[in-house]
């Protein structure tokens, strides 16, 4: 992993904390341009809406977590994204977590998987799995084998009644 001083700009600006509130709107767009590399221009509206979402999982993943979890930064999600979407396997993507130790500290199985969950929200805008003493009225998606592109092909397919 890089230190700080070996960031480009633009992964330094993603290199603060995940609670920060409100993400600056460069931040948001270097975050955005980060986990979908679309080149699509979006607007200013979107990137709030989003964030608002971003920030809201952020935190439930963080207090159901107690604070436990091995990643920090926006980096680190993209990080953890960018594996998700490159189709490594939900074990590959652990395996990376568990490698990194961002923190420093040991961490449990419990906060890597809930790290790839918040990856995976974050990227989909979808309740993949769930977080303990964290309640949203909606059905939980379980990812817990295989590629997030399976998986959501799956759950996607599952979700659309067959046409009359």
């Known amino acids: 992993m890089k230190s700080s001083a070996e960031l480009s700009p633009?992964?330094?600006?993603?290199?603060?904390?995940?609670?920060?509130?409100?993400?600056?709107?460069?931040?948001?767009?270097?975050?955005?341009?980060?986990?979908?590399?679309?080149g699509i221009q979006y607007n200013e509206r979107c990137f709030r809406l989003y964030f608002d979402y971003y920030l809201?999982?952020?935190?439930i993943?963080?207090?159901s977590g107690r604070g436990h979890l091995p990643i920090r930064t926006h980096q680190?999600?993209?990080?953890i994204a960018n594996r998700m979407q490159s189709g490594?396997?939900?074990?590959?993507?652990?395996d990376f977590i568990e490698e990194n130790?961002?923190?420093?500290?040991?961490?449990?199985?419990?906060?890597?998987?809930?790290s790839m969950?918040?990856?995976?929200?974050?990227?989909?805008?979808?309740?993949v799995s769930e977080f303990?003493?964290?309640?949203?009225?909606?059905?939980?998606?379980?990812?817990?084998?295989?590629?997030?592109?399976?998986?959501v092909k799956e759950t996607l397919t599952e979700s659309i009644p067959p046409a009359p």
């Open 10 to 38: 633009i992964d330094q600006s993603l290199d603060v904390c995940l609670l920060e509130s409100p993400v600056l709107l460069e931040r948001q767009e270097n975050n955005v341009t980060r986990l979908w590399e679309s």
């Open 56 to 59: 809201e999982q952020c935190r």
């Open 61 to 63: 993943a963080f207090q």
């Open 76 to 79: 680190h999600i993209i990080n």
């Open 88 to 94: 490594c396997t939900r074990s590959t993507v652990k």
């Open 101 to 114: 130790q961002w923190t420093g500290e040991q961490t449990s199985d419990e906060a890597i998987d809930a």
């Open 117 to 127: 969950n918040l990856a995976a929200r974050l990227l989909l805008m979808l309740d």
């Open 132 to 151: 303990p003493n964290a309640y949203s009225g909606q059905k939980k998606l379980l990812w817990s084998e295989g590629l997030l592109q399976e998986f």
